[in-house]
């Protein structure tokens, strides 16, 4: 029972890191993120915040360490 949930919540954290990375590159979001009437934040902008925060560490951690990851440019999409 522990493991499954274990399990889940890592699911759902890779999951709202690759959201965090696809709106960084192309600019695409969930748009009911996008729309927050009442002024709270809802549990999926919460959720959005915190795969933002996770893909930032991850760069973080990637930056330590320049004997294996390095910046390159974006590909050209045209090609």
Known sequence: ?????????IDL???SALLAGIRRTS???I????NHPNGDE???IKYL????K????IIGVMTTFPNYFV??????SRD
């Open 42 to 44: 809802s549990y999926l």
């Open 71 to 76: 910046r390159t440019p974006p590909p050209n």
């Open 13 to 15: 954290a890779l999951v």
């Open 27 to 29: 600019g695409l979001t």
């Open 31 to 34: 748009k009911a993120a996008t």
């Open 1 to 9: 029972m522990l493991g499954t949930i274990v399990h889940y919540a």
């Open 54 to 57: 996770s893909f930032d560490f």
């Open 49 to 52: 915040k915190f795969g933002e």
